[in-house]
T-cell receptor, first 112, second 111 residues
Framework: GAGVSQTPSNKVTEKGKYVELRCDPI?????LYWYRQSLGQGPEFLIY????????DSGLPNDRFFAVRPEGSVSTLKIQRTERGDSAVYLC??????????FGPGTRLTVL | DQQVKQNSPSLSVQEGRISILNCDYT??????FLWYKKYPAEGPTFLIS?????DKNEDGRFTVFLNKSAKHLSLHIVPSQPGDSAVYFC??????????FGKGTKLSVIP
């Protein structure tokens, strides 16, 4: 079956612009997660959805970051007023049970 | 303050030999541990996991060992194959759902 997909695969933007990153989870997975991976680091947790609601958003670095999952499937991560420090690979994962999370290929965001 | 540490950034092993990747953690509330494998330009792929109530889990060539008293786990790959060359991440979970990752170890299996 289809895995987790993320679009776009690459996004280049200018400092101060707004970006949206999309995640399509595995069909039937109720849990969805966003992580961010900077160069030389492991993925860092941003936010977790159970169904439509954000169950844990403690990893969002500041209020420029926001994520939605309006119908309990596709999710969009939104970043306002992007900064150069936001440059990273943004990873989405989904799961059916608590433990094993299945990751998408990521979106590489570059802020110039 | 890193709660999950992989102190070896890289490891080189001869094909057919054993690869041992190590991971240490500081948070005693972690109750589930996972290993992920990552190729360039791809997302992490789940490899194997272990619950804190066990000390060993085996799946084919991959075995994970957990030493709770030492807060240490290791991934053994035997025999190592060139296709195993990738970055390996150790990850841990508490009762919440988020994964806490180490920085990864790049494994190179030399033919």
């Amino acid at each position: 079956g289809a895995g987790v997909s993320q679009t776009p695969s690459n996004k280049v933007t200018e400092k101060g612009k707004y970006v949206e990153l999309r995640c399509d989870p595995i069909s039937g997975h109720t849990a969805l997660y966003w992580y961010r991976q900077s160069l030389g680091q492991g993925p860092e947790f941003l936010i977790y959805f159970q169904g439509t609601g954000a169950a844990d958003d403690s990893g969002l670095p500041n209020d420029r970051f926001f994520a939605v999952r309006p119908e309990g499937s596709v999710s969009t991560l939104k970043i306002q007023r992007t900064e150069r420090g936001d440059s990273a690979v943004y990873l989405c994962a989904s799961s059916h049970v608590r433990n094993e999370q299945f990751f998408g290929p990521g979106t590489r965001l570059t802020v110039l | 303050d890193q709660q999950v540490k992989q102190n070896s950034p890289s490891l080189s092993v001869q094909e057919g030999r054993i690869s041992i990747l190590n991971c240490d953690y500081t948070n005693s509330m972690f109750d589930y541990f996972l290993w992920y494998k990552k190729y360039p330009a791809e997302g992490p792929t789940f490899l194997i996991s272990i619950s804190s109530i066990k000390d060993k889990n085996e799946d084919g060539r991959f075995t994970v060992f957990l030493n709770k008293s030492a807060k240490h786990l290791s991934l053994h790959i035997v025999p190592s194959q060139p296709g195993d060359s990738a970055v390996y991440f150790c990850a841990a979970q508490t009762g919440s759902y988020q994964l806490t990752f180490g920085k990864g170890t790049k494994l190179s299996v030399i033919p």
